[in-house]
Each structure stands twice: as C-alpha cells, then as structure tokens.
C-alpha cells in the first residue's frame, strides 16, 4: 500500500524499468546517453514542440468561449463564430479508434465566414510547422483558410486553400522567401486530404506537403 508520509518531496524525470539486472557498464551508458540529452539507448531526441492541437471532438459548437478545447495543455482554446459546428458523419477514419468528430464550417458560398477565434495565440517569431486534415466542397473558391495568423504577428501567416487556384494549397509566411508558396493542383472536392506547411525561418525557406488518405 501507499501511505502520504512516503511520498516524494521534489522532482523526478526519466523512470525507466528493465527486465534485467544491468551491468555497472550499461548503467553509466545510461548517465552518459541522457546527461547528453539522448535516449537512453543514445538515440535522438528533442522535446515536444507541440504549441495547439484542436482535436474539434466537442459534441457540438455554440458560440461559446473558449469551447474548442486546446489539448496541448498550452490553453489556447478557441471559439466557435458565425455557426461553426461539429459532426461526425464522414470522419477522416471510420470506426473505434478512428478521428471521431470535426468542425464544419459550411456557410452557403463564404458568405457567413464561419470559423474559430483562438485569443492570446503567440507571435510565433521561429520555426514552425501547421499540419491538419482538410475537405472542402469547393477546392475553387479563393481563400479558405485553414490557419491564419495575420493581425497581431509581425510575421504573418496562413495555410489555405484556393487563393493560388484551383485546387492548389498555399502556404504564406512573410518572414520567409519568397512570401507565398503553392503546390500542384492535386485537391479534388469531398475528399480527406492530410496537409502541413513547414516554415523555416533560419533559412527563410517553405515546404508544403499533401497527402491523401492512401497515402498519396
């Protein structure tokens, strides 16, 4: 049993069991591995870099603040405006586990603008990455943007879709060159496409990468 006099007083990182009694020669390899800032085993690593991760798995969206739910820990929940819902007719992956629920922003041809308002989200001044999954009904109409950070960053940016034609993915972002980048035009209408744009603002360079759901 556990009883509250035996509890920790401090920090602890890094447990690790093994089916084995470990040599005094595994065991510094250890300590050598991970006061480099490796794995265990000397493997690479590096720290989450996760900033938002929106899962849209709300039962539903009412306008309320802050109801899109931020599971990164990081707290930058976000609000559903202008009629943004959730459903769960036509996931990305069917089943149990698959991607459960997702945000539908279905405004009758833009003219509502539905969409989320994330409040206090940072001036992301380094290198950063925007990853999703995406269906549109109309890959031809301009600007539908997927994230867009274009008021209160000095370096703006947005993933969309439409505004470098039809069927193309753009990735814009003014602290690299050249400002916009758009891919082939290879999104059709209804379909599930995985998508990412990835900033590298030390090098001042953009990659955009689409996948469908076959892997393609």
């Known amino acids: 049993g556990f009883s509250a006099s035996q509890d920790w007083e401090g920090l602890v990182d890094e447990p690790i069991i093994f ?7 595994s065991v510094s390899s250890i300590y050598t591995n991970q006061s480099a ?6 493997s690479a690593r ?11 798995d709300e039962l539903n969206w009412s ?4 109801e899109v739910i931020d599971s990164s820990g990081n707290g930058f929940h976000a ?19 698959g991607t459960c ?17 994330v409040s206090g989200f940072p001036n992301i001044t380094q290198d950063f990455s925007i990853t999703g999954w995406i269906r549109s009904s109309d890959v031809s109409r301009k600007g539908q943007r997927v994230f867009a950070d274009d008021q209160s960053n000095s370096g703006g940016y947005a993933l969309s879709l439409g ?14 060159s050249p400002v916009s980048l758009d891919s082939n035009a290879v999104i059709s209408n209804n379909t599930w496409y995985f ?22």
């Open 163 to 176: 505004d470098g034609g039809s069927g193309r993915l753009r990735f814009y972002s003014r602290a690299a």
């Open 79 to 97: 609000t559903a405006t202008n009629g943004a819902v959730t459903a769960g007719s036509s996931p990305v992956i069917n089943g149990n586990p």
């Open 195 to 216: 998508v990412a744009g990835l900033a590298d603002i030390t090098n001042k360079t953009k990659t955009i990468y689409i996948y469908s759901l076959a892997g393609t």
């Open 101 to 117: 629920r997702y945000g539908e922003f279905e405004d009758a041809g833009g003219t509502n603008g539905d969409h989320l308002v």
């Open 37 to 42: 800032g490796n794995g265990w085993d000397g």
């Open 63 to 66: 306008g309320t603040a802050n």
């Open 19 to 25: 089916h084995s009694a470990l040599n005094s020669s």
């Open 46 to 56: 590096a720290c989450s870099t996760l900033l938002a991760n929106w899962r849209m």
